[in-house]
Antibody
């Protein structure tokens, strides 16, 4: 079964850029669509965006102006950058794989907590 | 933007049936998926495409939809079922999650 692992700084200063990477193991990144989803403390899930193996993206309209995603098929990784962060961006960030034949997420990373604070 | 509405909390007696609803405009025209999330853990898919169970999910979990409501049903509730549950769909351009329902087993 495919495994996903998020990595990146756990602390980001306000107004700076958050950068995370998801490393995929046990399977190829090619042929699939991948997502970033976040969850603020004690709150629900929020979709950030999708990227497929060719680099085609869909972003949450509420975050679109600050989000960029990229994929590196050679490294079997995909990445997220979120610019101009504030305390409201403090959350556990998950990467996940969309099912090839539908829109559900069976495979998730364990999540990584990113705190925005000076 | 499309919204999914879930009750904040649902309680069920041990061994009884819990039903968690997810409301949205014409929700039946979309595939609805459900996730269970226990504290400190990533969400786990329990129902996909309205009423399908991934391997490893007990038959006690089932899904349905009618009109503007999708429902996750948990039969013979166990203490280990206590968790937050989220519904989810793709509306053609964005991913939408419900706000989540906390299930308490009494």
């Amino acid at each position: 079964q495919v495994q996903l692992q998020e990595s990146g700084p756990g602390l980001v200063k306000p107004s700076e850029t958050l950068s995370l990477t998801c490393t995929v193991s046990g399977g190829s990144i090619s042929g699939y669509s991948w997502s970033w989803i976040r969850q603020p403390p004690e709150k629900g899930l929020e979709w950030i965006g999708n990227i497929d193996y060719s680099g085609s993206t869909n972003y949450n309209p509420s975050l679109k102006s600050r989000v960029a995603m990229s994929v590196d098929t050679a490294k079997n990784q995909f990445s997220l950058t979120l610019s101009s962060v504030s305390a409201a961006d403090t959350a556990v960030y998950y990467c996940a794989r969309r099912a090839p034949s539908g829109s559900w997420y069976r495979d998730w990373g364990q999540g990584t907590l990113v705190t925005v604070s000076s | 933007s499309y919204e999914l509405t879930q009750p904040l909390s649902v309680s069920v007696a041990l061994g009884q049936t819990a039903r968690i609803t997810c409301g949205g405009d014409n929700i039946g025209s979309n595939d609805v998926h459900w996730y269970q999330q226990k504290p400190g853990q990533a969400p786990v898919l329990v129902i996909y495409r309205d009423n399908n169970r991934p391997s490893g999910i007990p038959e006690r979990f089932s899904g349905s939809h009618s009109g503007n409501t999708a429902t996750l049903t948990i039969s013979r509730a166990q203490a280990g079922d206590e968790a937050d549950f989220y519904c989810h769909l793709w509306d053609g351009s964005t991913v939408v999650f419900g706000g989540g329902t906390k299930l308490t087993v009494l």
